[in-house]
């Protein structure tokens, strides 16, 4: 496991509300309950490559999130409208 990946800060917290729920829940398995790729997978019933790929995307999603709250950060409605323009991109 690697050093990054330790409890859950809050704004990452709040950003899982808006990935799929395979994403945070095999993220969650990683990060919070500190599981191996090999325990995850035996619980989702996945690869463990599958479950690589998830964790991967999830991190990626979640820095692509905070990117852009970062850019609107004041302006609430275009906030709000960029949250659900991604919501509805990332909703695969």
């Known amino acids: 496991m690697k050093s990054t990946e330790k409890n859950i800060p809050k704004s990452i917290d ?3 509300h808006y990935l799929n729920e395979p994403y945070q829940i095999i993220f969650r398995l990683r990060v919070e309950d500190k599981l191996s790729y090999k325990e995850i997978a035996k619980i989702v019933g996945l690869s463990e ?3 690589r790929i998830y964790v991967h995307r999830a991190k990626r999603k979640l820095f692509k999130l905070d990117e852009m709250l970062q850019r609107f950060k004041g302006d ?3 906030l709000k409208k960029l949250i659900y323009r991604w919501r509805m991109i990332n909703l695969t």
């Open 49 to 51: 490559n599958s479950c």
């Open 76 to 78: 609430d409605e275009a």
């Open 14 to 16: 709040v950003g899982l």
